[in-house]
């Protein structure tokens, strides 16, 4: 078996994109992450790629060590135990290349594929523990819409209030149209708004700038606006690669909601996926604790509309080459980010 690092990026976008890759493996998405280093391999047999990867490589501060990530990959079957192996062993020895305490997977796996639970385990990866809302780095629990139908039968399956809301907001004169790279500004302004209200750290206006340069030119993002009257009223990032997409930021003003423009957006952007070949819509993020009581149940209700599969993921493992820093790393950077979180929304208070 032949392990290439760095190889052809064409080669390696095509390999992810016909195996069904999460668009977070993409060779753009790791421009979009560029204060982390990324290198990328393919595991080949007798000329016939096996399995490849992105790893995202971030210097921990203070130790002077590396965290490797290779979000929702590595891609490929996880029921070959040889290639698993070989990748195991590849990871071993470029660990000592870039210092690493651990190398982080997540996989888009199925919880229900326990044999490959079982076959981490033996290879020496450690599972961290369930949580049940987003306390990972990738959600652990997400709502897919299976949409090979004809969009005619997809929207009848809604639940009927979705499809009320929907049709409510086409006849009040909500309009929903793709924004510019201008337009980025007044969605950010609503995410901040929406962070506030629903109390979530936001990311910089620059990220989002950065995401728009690295995924729009090969056609995989598109931002979404809802508009009233000449106003934005709520927004939408959307990615799509190979046979899925993702609803992946969400935004809405604290007016008009009664308009109902975010029911609108996902089904305009549920159009999009359909129209350019996506089988899977993917609503992301939900907990996976359902009781009313949840802050979060209210996000929940709302993707349960669409009628979506409740999924849940095989969650994070680490393969860990430096036991006692890794000790340390796991105590210290939940903390860390709790911490940091809790400062963040507190100026953002104060500044309103």
Known sequence: MEFILNGDPAEFTEYIRAH?????????????????ENIFFLIKDEGVVKGAGSILI???????????????????????????????????EISKKYNAIMIKIDPDVEIKEREVIDTLFDLGFRQKPLTLNFEGIQPRFVSRLDITR???????????????????????????????????KRFHDIMEDTGLRDKFVVRSLAYFQKMYDALVPPGY????????????????????????????????????RNLMPNFLLQWEM???????????????????NLDPSNPLYGLFRFKKGFNGVYTEFIGEFDLVFDSLMYKLWDVGIPLMKKVRSKLILAKKKLRK
Not at 158 to 165: D, E, G, L, V
Not at 170 to 177: Q, S
């Open 221 to 256: 993002m598109r931002l979404y606006l809802a508009e009233y009257e000449g106003r934005v009223l709520s927004g939408a990032i959307s990615l799509a690669f190979g046979s899925k997409c993702w609803y992946l930021y969400g935004a809405s003003s604290n007016e008009n």
């Open 150 to 184: 004809d969009l005619e039968e997809v929207m009848n399956n809604f639940h009927h209030k979705t499809r009320y809301n929907i049709r409510l907001a086409e006849r009040k004169g909500v309009t929903v149209r793709v924004g510019e790279r201008s337009d980025l």
């Open 58 to 92: 971030r210097r921990i501060p203070v130790v002077g060590k590396n965290f490797m990530y290779c979000p929702r990959g590595p891609v490929l079957d996880y029921h070959d135990k040889e290639v698993l192996h070989f990748f195991v062993r590849k990871m071993n």
């Open 20 to 36: 069904h890759g999460n668009f977070l493996q993409t060779l753009e998405w790791a421009k979009v992450k560029s204060d982390w």
């Open 270 to 288: 549920i159009e999009w996926a359909k129209s350019i070949g996506c089988t899977v819509y993917d609503f992301r993020g939900i907990s996976g």
